[in-house]
């Protein structure tokens, strides 16, 4: 026991230290793998805010995006809304001219004496008929205010056409600058240069020179019609497929 003794102040010291040691070094492992996890936390967080950050500047540039294409697609609809309108109104007027020209110039306006009376009494019928119909399908209160509400909606579809170039060209093709040139001309050929009548022509002929205008004016507008499709295909990107 004596010889013990010498060894009891270590032993005890060793019996406490070591295992203060070996709490201590858990501890701190665990305080270090704590920190560690803290960081890792605070980093995620920022990871997070990072990519919220950039998911909302995608967001916004695809919502201006779309609004800018949301743009484009409504004004070349009002110009080819414009255009199919200008279509409708000027066929009106060719279909009005030349079904005028065939009953009151071509048969109305011309005089046959046929030796039969029975043919000559038919003719007459015949030219009164056509004269007739001529008047129930252009001239009844239906048709008159059919024909100039289209007319005023041209008109008016024109006019609604300045917005489009004056305020929503921005965000257009700049070649759509040469659709506009052309849309002028139109106008100008459909309300202002439009042909009349000489002192000495023949209203035969005037009637066939107007319809001829006209007819040349349609086929402008097919034209147009034409080339402001192809140029909101490519601007709006879409796919002829």
């Known amino acids: 026991m004596e010889d013990f003794l010498p060894y009891l ?5 060793t019996l406490i230290v070591v295992p203060l040691g070996i709490y201590l070094q858990t501890r701190l492992k665990n305080l270090a793998n704590s920190n560690d996890f803290l960081k890792a936390i605070e980093q995620l967080k920022k990871n997070t805010e990072a990519v919220e ?3 909302g500047q995608l967001s916004e540039k695809y919502w201006v995006k779309q609004q800018i294409w949301d743009t484009k697609r409504l004004a070349y609809e009002e110009i080819l809304s414009c255009l199919y309108l200008t279509k409708e109104y000027i066929e009106e007027q060719i279909a009005y001219l030349s079904d005028y020209t065939d009953s009151f110039i071509y048969i109305g306006g ?11 009494k038919s003719y007459e019928e015949h030219v009164k008929s056509e004269q007739q119909a001529f008047h129930e399908k252009y001239e009844s209160q239906e048709a008159l205010t059919a024909r100039q509400d289209l007319s005023a909606n041209t008109k ?3 006019k609604n056409l300045e917005s489009v170039f004056s305020i ?10 040469q659709i506009k040139a052309l849309l002028g001309d139109l106008k100008h050929k459909l309300y202002e240069a439009q042909p009349e009548q000489d002192d000495n ?3 035969a002929d005037f009637l066939d020179r107007l319809i001829t205008h006209h007819m040349s004016s349609g086929k402008a507008v097919d034209n147009i019609i034409t080339s402001t499709k192809s140029l909101a295909m490519n601007d709006l990107k879409l796919s002829t497929k």
């Open 9 to 13: 102040p270590t032993l005890i010291t």
């Open 53 to 55: 950050s950039i998911k």
């Open 110 to 120: 011309s005089s046959y004496d046929f030796e039969d009376e029975t043919y000559q």
């Open 156 to 158: 008016k579809s024109f």
């Open 168 to 177: 929503k060209s921005i965000y257009l093709d700049p070649e759509l600058e």
């Open 201 to 203: 022509e023949d209203t």
